[in-house]
């Protein structure tokens, strides 16, 4: 089968699953969603004061986007060990590579685009309840924010997608993501702040900072890429050596 052709079947498999397409509309509604019903809570005269970022501060929803985004990557590969729709998927294509080729390419394509998007929704929705103190996109950063925050939450739907062919359990890979981007990572940088620049996170995060302090934006997001690619190869390396 061509490689175009197994992308095709992967975006259907994507398209066809409800639970996949509500993942990947949680990453705009969480990420933006969020966003402006702090901002329209707070007011003018509070947003943008959280911290000593402005621009980090835009992004707040980006906090709870990353967790939607995870979820998605988990759950677009952990459908295929359910009810051996792996054994199906391998029949048709029986090229391993190939097939985890296609499923992540589509699954970083997908949370890419709709990352962008989210991204500049986030950043002008939010801003426009920010009255003297709003930021623009002329402002310094702000369009790197807008499309490196895209950036990020497809790296960590990648990084999620390698673990959950590598563990085989979209249970197992939640349990252990989400716990720790929401409270590990920052343990760690309470502890270690040097070292917490390096986790995947607070690395990818960096490119929504204004001043990003030791990395710069894109450096802390090419440490998630790392992470990422890790991931990802661990996977390729697992699906080709294990039975289905």
């Not at 000593?52 to 590969?77: E, H, M, R, S």
């Not at 709003?134 to 790197?144: C, F, S």
């Not at 716990?179 to 929504?208: C, K, M, N």
Request: aromatic share 10%; proline share 2%; net charge neutral.
């Amino acid at each position: 089968m061509l490689f175009t052709a197994v992308l095709h079947t992967e975006w259907l498999k994507i398209r066809t699953m409800r639970s996949l397409t509500a993942a990947l509309a949680a990453v705009l509604a969480a990420t933006a969603g969020i966003t402006l019903l702090v901002n329209a809570l707070t007011g003018a005269d509070e947003t943008g004061r959280t911290g000593d970022d402005p621009l980090f501060a835009a992004f707040f929803g980006l906090n709870f986007g990353q967790i939607a985004a995870i979820a998605f990557g988990t759950l677009a590969v952990s459908s295929e060990y359910a009810g051996g729709a792996l054994r199906v998927s391998l029949a048709a294509v029986p090229d391993r590579t190939r097939f985890y080729a296609a499923k992540t390419a589509v699954i970083g394509s997908l949370t890419l685009l709709v990352g962008v998007v989210t991204g500049f929704a986030t950043f002008l929705g939010g801003q426009a309840f920010a009255g003297e103190r709003a930021l623009g996109l002329g402002d310094p950063g702000a369009v790197r924010a807008c499309v490196g925050s895209g950036v990020y939450l497809a790296l960590m739907a990648l990084f999620a997608a390698g673990l959950a062919t590598v563990l085989r359990s979209g249970t197992a890979v939640l349990a252990l993501l989400i716990p720790f981007v929401l409270i590990v990572s920052f343990v760690v940088g309470d502890v270690a702040s040097g070292a917490a620049e390096y986790l995947p996170d607070q690395a990818g995060r960096l490119v929504v900072r204004q001043d990003a302090g030791g990395l710069d934006p894109w450096g802390g997001l090419a440490v998630t890429a790392g992470w990422a690619a890790a991931a990802l190869l661990a996977g390729w390396f697992a699906l080709r050596r294990r039975d289905a």
